[in-house]
């Protein structure tokens, strides 16, 4: 069997970056896209592109060490940073704030404490009730179907301190879905919750995902996660930070397979152990800077 590690170059894909051009357009697409903070550089020549299939949304995870730009690159894409270098596209459009099509959903659990889960979940409807062209009544259908795709139902009445972590997370989901953003980001969603909750709402959201089709951008810690979750792999290297390896055809496919079933298939595994190892040359890359760094430093 062949490695596809032993030529990073053929399983990395740097980004078509425009150039190699798919005839489908894109959903999303970075050019050369920065960002510096004052005088330090976080992201650098930050190149990709999402294409914008048919009836098919991507979903991508991305992995890296602590510090290289994996938030930056989410607050950039959700509209809530602005790059100072290259381009970021969506639909081919520069994005230059935040909009209803790209719905971000963070690790703490962003509900409003005041209102029910029901009333959560019918905010975003009601907020935008001028643009969405929703009755009522069909606002009030939506998140009701919403409230039961993400299994809370029997508790729309209550107050999120009612509710465990898990059940929390399922509202922000809900939040967030019920407003059919075509891009969902998500920074860490289930760093906060514990194992058995974490690996539920992994098997929702490839659910989901399966079923609605978004495109999903996910950050997460875990390389079990990310092959559960994505088909696509993204890991980062840091100083400055950029896509190292992008990793797609050896991420088997999980939708319908519960976490603990899919990881004992052995293309499960294979893809584990790839993406362990590229995780891997690059934090050893990042040491060795760090370490030559402090070495021309002394
Ligand atoms: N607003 C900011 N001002 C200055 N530095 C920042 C700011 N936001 C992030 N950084 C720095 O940019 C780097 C990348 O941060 P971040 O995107 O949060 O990393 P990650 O999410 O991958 O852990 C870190 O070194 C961080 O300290
Ligand atoms: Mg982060």
């Known amino acids: 069997m062949s490695n596809p590690m032993s030529n990073p170059v053929s399983s990395v894909r740097p980004s078509a970056g425009g150039a190699v051009g798919g005839a489908l357009p894109t959903v999303l697409e970075a050019r050369g896209l920065g960002v510096r903070f004052g005088n330090f550089v976080a992201l650098a020549g930050i190149n990709f592109r999402i294409d914008d299939a048919p009836n098919k949304g991507e979903f991508v995870a991305m992995l890296g060490p602590s510090g ?25 459009k520069a994005i230059d704030g935040p909009a209803r099509d790209r719905g971000m959903i963070f690790q703490q659990y962003s509900s409003f404490p005041h209102l029910t889960v029901r009333q959560n979940v019918l905010f975003g409807l009601q ?73 539920e709402m992994q098997e929702l959201l490839v659910n989901l995902w399966y079923r609605v089709q978004p495109t999903i951008i996910v950050v997460t810690h875990s390389v079990a996660e990310a092959v559960y979750l994505s088909e696509r792999v993204w890991i980062f290297t840091r100083n400055p930070g950029c896509i190292a390896y992008d990793i797609r055809d050896c991420i088997p496919p999980t939708a319908g397979i519960p976490p603990l079933v899919a990881q004992e298939q052995p293309k499960f595994k294979e893809a584990v152990r790839v993406v362990t190892e590229a995780f891997r040359r690059v934090e050893g890359a990042s040491h060795a800077t760090a370490a030559s760094a402090a070495k021309t430093a002394g």
């Open 68 to 92: 290289c730009g994996k938030s930056t690159l989410l607050n950039c894409i959700a509209g809530f940073l602005q790059p100072t270098d290259g381009e970021l596209l969506v639909h081919g």
């Open 127 to 199: 907020i935008n009730h001028h643009e969405l062209a929703y009755s009522s009544e069909q606002r009030t259908d939506r998140a009701l179907a919403l409230i039961q795709q993400v299994g809370l139902d029997g508790h729309e009445h209550k107050y999120p301190h009612q509710l465990s972590g898990g059940q929390q997370q399922r509202v922000a989901i809900a939040r967030t879905l019920v407003l059919e953003p075509r891009i969902i980001l998500m920074d860490e969603p289930f760093s906060a919750l514990d194992e058995p909750t974490r690996l």
